[in-house]
């Protein structure tokens, strides 16, 4: 069997026995070579075989090696490096009978259980997750902001309105059309959002404010959104035809229809939430079935398009809102409809020219407003034949064309609205006084929700895409 390293012959016998003590007597292998420089001309060749061999350039006076024994973290240097040895050196005579190397420089054998025993040891590095990617694998619906937990377990509170900003949410690049707080106490610190830039996202809201998904299952304009009971779903209309119901830990669309028409609305029904309906460019209503995506029903009317709609309680009538105005607007601005027969209860609700962008209902009392082009927000009794109440009126915003959108606390105490001002209003129910106003966006304010647990907290967004939480 061929040596591993051949020395010329002008070398004596001792030197080489001195050589063999040395590597005996270092166990570590640092000794175990003793390289020296060639005379010019000369030209030594270490394990030659028929796949490699090693050269030895005796230009080289200063040797740089560097030594990895059982501490991999220790490194040993000397002068700037000319020579380098590979990893193993093959012996061509006979394969089944390689010698191990000892040279420097070459790792020792670390068996695979003792390698994966070392990692699992060590402790995982996770990288952070990045919130721009929709498929996020962190969990969503199963987290509880620490600010919403104390809340949980006590009465609900007065609701008061809120005065300092906590946090600007950016992302979208365009108009927000709407925010929502998620209505399950225990993740209500979850905030949707829908824009007319094609996507909707959900932001935590309450703490951090990161993004947590983004969902980008539309192709035109989200013009509506909204939560399902159980918080695990997301209905949403868009200006691509569309009203997709998508998960929201996986981001994947589990129902997608399309109306053939854009969709302005969408609403779930109270008391089956397997059937929504969705309004938009088109004078019919369709009512549909989530389970097998049909038109179960559709609701006919003489207008050009529907801009909101609102179930009643109990799910038994709906109100829908159009743009049809003329000089004698008393039927089509807002009209009764019976869920079941499709048939029209009343047309004879809102007798003033004005249109009414959107509509919210009183959770308590049997009431429902409207926010009117004519500056102020309406009242009206949610029992036939459903009287618009004209001596209570909240006015002192702007709509000026805009859909600004107004809703309710949960207790029914705070009435809020946005502005073309880009301002928010917060009136008191019984008494329609304006309680608080603020400043909130430079654009138009499309959008104000309030908070479900936490007290005095809400949600603004803007026309010009930007989304704040006031505490």
Known sequence: MSSLVAYDDSEDDDESCDQKEEEQSDPSGLNSVNLKPRPAGSETVLGQSSSSSLYVYPKTQHWDWEYHGGNEGKHFKDRPACLTFPKTVADGSNPAKRRSSSLLGVRPYIPKRQRQSEQAKQPEDHPEQSLENPTRKGPVLSDVSPKVKPYLG??????????????????????????????????????????????????????????????????????????????RQLLTGSFDNTAVITDVETGQPTVKVDNQFKVMCVVLHPGSPDVFLCGGHSSVVKAWDSRCCKVVKTYK????????????????????????VSRDSAD???????????????????????????????????????????????????????????????????????????????????????????????????????????????????CVSLHPVLPATAATCDWAGEIKIWH
């Open 332 to 446: 089509r601005t807002l009209i009764a409809w019976d869920y079941r027969s499709t048939a029209k209860i009343s047309n004879q609700i809102y007798h003033e020219r004005y249109t009414c962008p959107s509509l919210g209902l009183h959770p308590v009392e049997d009431s429902f407003v409207a926010q009117t082009n004519g500056n102020y927000v309406a009242l009206f009794s949610s029992q036939m034949p459903f009287k618009m109440n004209k001596r209570r009126r909240f006015d002192g915003h702007k709509v000026e064309g805009y859909a600004v959108r107004c809703g309710f606390s949960l207790d029914g105490a705070i009435l809020a609205s946005g502005s073309s001002t880009g301002s928010a209003h917060f009136y008191d129910y019984q008494s329609t006084r304006a309680l608080h106003a603020i400043q909130v966006h430079s654009q138009p304010c499309m």
């Open 154 to 231: 006590e009465k609900p509170r007065s609701s008061g309105t809120p005065k300092k900003l906590l946090m600007s949410l950016e992302g979208h690049q365009g108009a927000v059309n709407t925010v929502q707080w998620c209505p399950v106490p225990h993740i209500s610190h979850l905030l949707l959002s829908a824009s007319m830039d094609k996507t909707f996202k959900v932001w935590d809201g309450a703490e951090s404010g990161r993004r947590l998904r983004l969902y980008t299952c539309h192709s035109g304009a989200v013009r509506d959104a909204c939560w399902t009971p159980c918080g």
């Open 301 to 324: 009317a003489a207008v050009q398009q529907t801009l909101d709609i609102l179930f009643l309680r109990g799910g038994t009538d709906f109100i829908t809102s159009s743009d049809c």
